[in-house]
Every structure is written in structure tokens, then in C-alpha cells.
């Protein structure tokens, strides 16, 4: 009797749940950060969640977001990459001489030139890129466990970029290297509001499209009232985070230079904001194109299949050993265009760069809800994985916690995200 009067009231809502296609987890992740800015910004009197703090949050997220899309991956196909940090030091030390040393020397480019910056960060790109593919040749075919080919990658690289710099500091670098950085490369006002309009347009776009091609298959779709939420909250959440970096207003840097050339300062009224940092769109079209590949390509296909059942894929065709090849090539390449945007925001090398990057891109993408036993995984969980993690660190330097400190909550954070995890799992395998 007591079956019959509770299955009724769990069924419409479970119903409900399935109708409107919630994520449960993403929401609880959201939850999650949302909790962590309103604490610490109590806690610092009103200062975390100001346009000036959001704004360095976002570009001190983005060097780490875009290694942690690439780890989920690597750990998707039940592999670890442990050398991550050690590579960005090497590709950061590599793109540092390139610009202030080694092109100048052999082409007779002087520092300004205008395609000294592209050069470095080509040769970068290739460095890390022809890296990852040798580690991913070690794991493949020559079957030695990735972590220990990448724990000797943390040792090797890291002293690799040391004895390519000879243990000095390099910069400044190049003007137009530095703009990737973030702090010194904006979209300003006027094209940062266009970007948000754009990207709006192209959300409402990509929603509607989905729900058609739904429609045409023949499979359930939300109610429309639910897609048209889902749509404002998206407009809203873009254009929102738009109005934040907008508000950061800064004098205006035209004026501030022929101002301090006359040896007089900027009069008030003057200022211009920041606007979307480079780095961040950096990350955006990062983020979107490792979407489609894990979601619309046989490529990524392929990665989750071997992930989820390695032995299974291999006997349908799959070329395992060439596909972990490119795994850690693609893992090589992100290191890369982490390190420029890394080294551009110091605007120099320096060879602490990238210290204990591994453990929190790690951290980042099991945050995120990747699977370390292999097969499940999404890069916007990633993404926001990384950002709650920056949002602990930076909310605890504010609030005066000492660096160890912040290390071991971080720690605790990665071992309750993963045993949250195992228990969400265990519930769903049991419904």
C-alpha cells in the first residue's frame, strides 16, 4: 500500500526532470560556484564580485581552462598526463628566445618587428605539439604507462626550458605577443558589446536548430516555454558578463600618454573600459572547437569509445595506438597556446612559470566531472571546473589565507569532487 501512495509522487517529478532535460550535475556545479563567489564576496566586503576582480579572475583562468579541455581527453581514454606544466615552462622558454634572441640573431629581425610574435608562437605551437605526439608514441606503441612517461616529462621538460634560457628571466617580450595575455589586449567597449550580440544571436541560433533537427528525428524535445527560458538565460548570462568587464574603466591609454608626456596626470571622466581580454575569446573558440570534435567528429567519437571500452574498440578497428599519438599531440599543442597566453600576462618568461600546473589542470577536469576511470567527460565542465578552482585560490589570497593553506583546501576540494562523483554514479547505475 505504501508503494502505491509514494510511486505516484516520484513519478511526475522524474518526468518533469527528463521533460526539461536538466543536468543535474552541471546545475549542481553551478550551485557550486555561485556559492563560493557569495561567500568570499562577504567575506571581502563586496570586493570579490567587483568588475576589476571578475575581470583578473577570467584571464587567470584561461591558461589552465585551456590545458583542462585537452585533459579531459587524455583521462576520457584512461590515460594521465602529468607533464602538462613542465611543457608549458619548455614552450614558454622556446616562444621567449624565438622573439629576443634566436630570430633576431639568424633573420636580423629587430624586436618590434611585426612578425617576430607570430613567429614565436608558431614555433611554440610546433615544439609543444612534436612533444606531446613523442609521448603519445611511448604510451602507444612502445606500451610504457603514461604516468610514468609523463612523471619523467615533468622532470625533463622543466629543466629543458631551464637549460634553454640558462635559468634567466626573459622579457620583456614583444608588444603584440603581450596582447594575448589578456591584461594588455582587449576588445574594448564598443566590439566586446558586438562580440556579446554576435555570440547571442548564434546561441538562440544553434538552440533552435537543435530542437528542429529533434523534431525532425522524431525524438522528444522541451516544451517551448523551457527552450525559450533556457535561450533568455543564456542571452542574459552572456550579455551579463559582458556588462561586468565593461565596467571595469580604466583611464583611457591614448590619453594617458600624451598626458604623461606632459608630466600631468589623467583628469577624472577620462577612462575607457577593459572590455573581453583576447585571452578569454582565446579560450572561447578553444572551448567551442574541442566541443565539436568530442561531439561531431570521428575523432572524438573514437575517444570516447576507446575510453569506455578499450578492448572493444580496438577489436571493431580502431587504431588505438595512433589515436593516443594524437591525443597527446593535441594535449602538446594546448600546453603551447597556454604558454603564450601564460607568459604574456607577466609580459616575460620566468622559470617557475607553470609550477603545479599539472595537479590543477588534473584537478580541473575531474572537477569538471571527467571520469578517471575512462569514458565520460565534457569540456564546458572543464572550463568550469577551472574556474572554481581560480575562484577558491583568488578568494582566499583576498580574504589574507596563507599559499599552504589554500593548497590543502584545494586538495580537499579534488578528494570530496571525486567521491561526489563516485556517488553520483553509483545512483544513476542503480536507476
Known amino acids: 500500500m505504501s508503494d502505491q501512495n509514494v510511486s505516484p509522487a516520484k513519478s511526475p517529478r522524474r518526468s518533469l526532470l527528463s521533460m526539461l532535460e536538466v543536468d543535474t550535475r552541471l546545475l549542481g556545479m553551478i550551485g557550486a560556484f555561485v556559492l563560493v563567489c557569495l561567500v568570499f564576496n562577504v567575506l571581502t566586503d563586496g570586493r570579490f564580485l567587483t568588475p576589476r576582480n571578475i575581470f583578473n579572475l577570467t584571464i587567470q583562468t584561461v591558461s589552465v581552462a585551456i590545458m583542462a579541455t585537452g585533459m579531459v581527453f587524455v583521462i576520457v581514454t584512461r590515460h594521465i598526463d602529468l607533464s602538462v606544466g613542465s611543457l608549458l615552462a619548455t614552450c614558454s622558454a622556446v616562444m621567449a628566445m624565438l622573439q629576443t634572441n634566436w630570430l633576431i640573431s639568424t633573420l636580423g629581425l629587430d624586436l618590434g618587428h611585426p612578425a617576430l610574435p607570430w613567429l614565436a608562437i608558431v614555433g611554440g605551437l610546433v615544439v609543444g605539439t612534436l612533444i ?11 606500451t610504457i604507462p ?27 617580450l614583444n608588444d603584440t605577443f603581450q596582447m594575448f595575455g589578456g591584461i594588455s589586449g582587449t576588445l574594448g567597449e564598443t566590439w566586446s558589446w558586438i562580440f556579446g550580440a554576435i555570440a547571442s544571436v548564434i546561441a538562440v541560433i544553434g538552440l533552435y536548430n537543435a530542437r528542429r533537427t529533434k523534431i525532425s528525428h522524431e525524438f522528444p524535445v522541451k516544451p517551448a516555454w523551457a527552450e525559450a527560458a533556457v535561450a533568455a538565460i543564456i542571452v542574459a548570462g552572456i550579455m551579463g558578463f559582458i556588462w561586468t568587464l565593461n565596467s571595469y574603466q580604466i583611464p583611457d591609454r591614448v590619453l594617458a600618454r600624451q598626458f604623461a608626456a606632459e608630466g600631468l596626470e589623467v583628469p577624472e571622466g577620462y577612462t575607457a573600459a577593459y572590455g573581453l581580454p583576447i585571452s578569454v575569446l582565446l579560450l ?11 561531439s561531431k567528429t570521428r575523432f572524438g567519437r573514437y575517444i570516447f569509445a576507446t ?3 578499450p578492448d572493444a ?4 578497428g580502431i587504431n588505438t595506438r595512433m589515436l593516443t599519438v594524437k591525443i597527446f599531440a593535441l594535449m602538446g599543442f594546448l600546453c603551447a597556446l597556454s604558454a603564450v597566453v601564460a607568459s604574456a600576462r607577466l609580459s616575460f618568461h620566468s622559470n617557475d612559470i607553470g609550477v603545479l600546473d599539472e595537479l590543477r589542470v588534473i584537478a580541473a577536469a575531474v572537477i569538471g566531472g571527467t571520469a578517471l576511470s575512462g569514458g565520460i567527460g565534457t569540456i564546458y565542465g572543464a572550463i ?34 571525486v567521491l561526489i562523483d563516485i556517488i553520483y554514479r553509483k545512483k544513476l547505475g542503480a536507476h
Open 132 to 142: 606531446g605526439a613523442f609521448n603519445g608514441w611511448l604510451i602507444g606503441y612502445l
Open 146 to 172: 603514461a604516468f610514468i612517461v609523463t612523471l619523467g616529462g615533468l622532470l625533463v621538460w622543466r629543466n629543458v626550458g631551464w637549460y634553454l634560457t640558462d635559468g634567466q628571466t626573459i622579457g620583456p
Open 284 to 294: 572561447i573558440a578553444v572551448a567551442v572547437a574541442m566541443t565539436i570534435i568530442a
Open 307 to 309: 575510453g569506455g571500452n
Open 313 to 316: 574498440a580496438e577489436l571493431s
Open 384 to 417: 568550469l571546473g577551472a574556474l572554481i578552482m581560480q575562484s577558491l585560490q583568488s578568494g582566499m589570497a583576498m580574504v589574507g589565507v596563507d599559499a599552504p593553506f589554500q593548497n590543502i583546501v584545494v586538495g580537499c576540494v579534488l578528494v570530496v569532487a
